[in-house]
């Protein structure tokens, strides 16, 4: 009978596995749950990747030191390797009427000053900055913006489909902003509080202040906090505020729910309920690490959180398909193709692109 386990102690349990620090105890319980279980096939699947990535990145960085020496060589071996890799992608991946698409310009983070003006931010597609950016720091903030009498007013940072942001506001809080996500903030706090607006997901690390509390303003509740870090999911009209550390109050109409370490409130929009339930507190949010989590969810489910990762439109040319159930991985790291193909193989699901570059699934 197959035993159930938390995906992320699962992952350090794989990575010890791979480099072959694993205890008895814990290959003979890897190795069950490998033969038993779908997720664990898929999150291996995911570890082995990312180390490949990380040889193949060595591999690059050694590559780029030869080069001035061996430039002719490097470009045929180039060469060489395209028509590799191109004949892989036509073993693996069916390629039934994949239609050239137009790619527009590359997007970009904007910050949108109080008075309208539009300020374009660096890209930073798929990763998060080692170090947030401060606020102060954003080039083309013109003098006197961050300071005088306007300095109260919101500005918004909007991060588009397929990239994230890093930030460290005016107090030194630092926000890790995901995909698809508005959030609203001033160049300085009032006396008595700080506060901004968030309409998607971020990870806030608040810097401590006893006198000044940091509330995070969301369609469904506020979130109450004084030196803590913590994550906010409000994608889908939803809300989800995991506690990592510290404490936090959420405000909630005339409820009040306190949360601690380890505890993420949730609220569902079809019944308007919040509740408390437990997680795993000691890694931070998967997502900063371009990863993404399923058990048993429909594909309409998972195909939501692609959009955003990926920046694409998805369709379902049956309807059937969205109902379809799908436990295991998304990694941003990897190819569109790749994702199709984790979802695609158990539930025999073909693909393909249309003009506009939309992904369909039939």
Known sequence: MMSYFNPDEFIE?????????????????VERQLKESDLARNLWEDVQATFAEEDAEAAAARQQQRRRYRPYWLAAAAIVLLLIAGDSIFVHFRQQQRTPVTVDAPKTAVLQLAD?????????A???ADAARSVYAIPGIPAGYTSGPHAQELNTLSVPKGYTYALL?????????????????????NAQRREVHIAGEAYFEI?????????VHTQQADIIALGTSFNVNTYDNGLRASLLTG??????????????????AIKDPSTGSLVVDTFRNDTLPTWMDGRYYFN?????????????????????????????RYTGAIHQKRPVAVFVKNIGGPNKIDYYFDKQGKLHLR
């Not at 349990?13 to 319980?29: I, N």
């Not at 309208?116 to 930073?124: C, D, F, S, V």
């Not at 107090?171 to 903030?185: G, P, Q």
């Not at 810097?207 to 509330?215: G, V």
């Open 247 to 264: 404490a936090v109050v959420i405000m909630e109409k005339n409820k009040m729910v306190q949360l601690s370490p380890g505890q993420v």
């Open 207 to 215: 810097a401590p202040d006893a006198t000044r509390p940091f509330i």
């Open 169 to 189: 506001l005016p107090d030194s809080t630092a926000v890790y902003i995901n995909a698809a996500t508005d959030i609203r903030f001033p160049f300085r706090y």
């Open 13 to 29: 349990l794989l990575v010890k596995y791979h480099d072959g620090q694993a205890s008895r105890k814990e290959v003979l319980f």
């Open 296 to 324: 048993n969810k429909t594909l309409q489910e998972v195909c939501r959180t692609a959009e955003r990762l990926y920046d694409i439109t998805i369709i379902f040319d049956k309807a059937e398909i969205a109902q379809y």
């Open 126 to 128: 798929g990763r998060l």
């Open 116 to 124: 309208g003006q539009m300020i374009p931010l660096e890209r930073q």
